[in-house]
């Protein structure tokens, strides 16, 4: 089962971030559904939910930076 308190998240093409956020009744961890559904050649980090900001005013304007 995933850890439903985590998210995956990387860069689109346009800049944008993508947010992957895992089923609670996955049968897949966290990471299997990161190596499976992240595009290939795309770097990513697994964050805890939390440090996604609730605000989506400014959605558009979110960064990622690569670790």
């Known amino acids: 089962m995933p850890d ?3 998210r995956i ?12 956020a895992p089923a609670p009744t ?3 961890t966290i990471e299997q559904i990161a190596e499976k559904d ?9 964050i ?3 440090d996604i900001p609730t ?5 558009n304007a ?4 690569e670790s």
Not at 38 to 46: A, E, N, R
Not at 55 to 59: A, G, S
Not at 62 to 65: D, I, L, M, Q, R
């Open 9 to 20: 998240i990387y860069a689109l093409d346009d800049g944008t971030v993508a947010i992957l």
């Open 55 to 59: 605000d989506r005013t400014y959605r």
């Open 62 to 65: 979110w960064t990622y930076e």
């Open 48 to 50: 805890d939910a939390s």
């Open 26 to 28: 996955c049968p897949k």
């Open 38 to 46: 992240v595009p290939t050649g795309k770097s990513y980090q697994i």
């Open 4 to 6: 439903t308190t985590k």
